[in-house]
């Protein structure tokens, strides 16, 4: 373990799974490298993909800022689908495949 690694803190993370019961999903379905998928129930609170160059830490990291902000202010993010530069419609695979994540990996009620 690096020594950024030992001291990256996932407080949000940690109080997201204390106060929801919900589940936190890492990995990779087809079409997607990595992604990061929190949930509570059916319902997906924040879906990330893995950028270009992240390694695990910085996804985590991203995952529990993304869970502060849920939290505080009782939103969605979905980060699944990317764009292109010139393109401003999202990746349809990238969006099924994210959608393919949820139903394979629900969560109980």
């Known amino acids: 373990m690096t020594r950024a690694a030992a ?3 996932l407080a949000h993370m940690q109080a997201f799974l204390d106060q929801t019961n919900g ?8 079409r997607i490298r990595r992604a990061a998928l929190a949930a509570v129930g059916k319902k997906a609170r924040v879906a990330l993909l893995g950028r270009d160059g ?9 995952l529990d800022i993304a869970l502060a902000k849920v939290m505080a202010d009782n939103s969605v993010i979905d980060k699944s689908c ?5 393109d401003v419609r999202p990746d349809a695979r990238r969006r099924d495949s994210m959608r ?8 109980a009620p």
Do not use: C, D, M, W
């Open 23 to 30: 589940q936190i999903t890492i990995g990779e379905i087809p």
């Open 54 to 62: 992240e390694n695990l830490v910085q996804l985590l990291e991203r």
């Open 7 to 9: 001291h990256v803190s």
């Open 100 to 107: 393919a994540l949820i139903r394979v990996f629900p969560t």
């Open 82 to 86: 990317r764009k292109s530069s010139g």
